[in-house]
Nanobody
Framework: QVQLAEFGGGLVQPGGSLRLSCAAS????????MGWYRQAPGKQRELVAT???????NYADSVLGRFAISRDNAETTVSLQMNGLKPEDTAVYYC???????????????WGQGTLVTVSS
């Protein structure tokens, strides 16, 4: 079973930056997409950014221009560079991977345990 490990969460001041990384525990035969979601206190989980195998990206309007998602296919990792952080970015961030572990496997939808990002002065 594929496990996702997330790194990089922490406490930063408004206007600061963080880089989140996520790595799969094993190789993936084919990746549909990888991305980041977040859940703020009292709010539902929401999309932050996704990236497909061909590099196509999708961002939430609230982070467009401040966040950048990237993926390393060889290492099966995805990163989220977060700049110009705002207090409203405070949330638990979850890594997500959709794909296939082998040619004959069922579709995979894996989630990390989450990493907390706190933006506060």
């Amino acid at each position: 079973q594929v496990q996702l490990a997330e790194f990089g969460g922490g406490l930063v001041q408004p206007g600061g930056s963080l880089r989140l990384s996520c790595a799969a525990s094993e190789s993936i035969f084919a990746i549909i997409n990888m991305g980041w979601y977040r859940q703020a206190p009292g709010k539902q989980r929401e999309l932050v950014a996704t990236i497909t195998e061909d590099g196509s990206t999708n961002y939430a309007d609230s982070v467009l221009g401040r966040f950048a998602i990237s993926r390393d296919n060889a290492e099966t990792t995805v990163s989220l560079q977060m700049n110009g952080l705002k207090p409203e970015d405070t949330a638990v961030y979850y890594c997500n991977l959709r794909g296939y572990v082998s040619p004959r496997s069922r579709a995979l939808d894996a989630w990390g345990q989450g990493t907390l990002v706190t933006v506060s002065s």
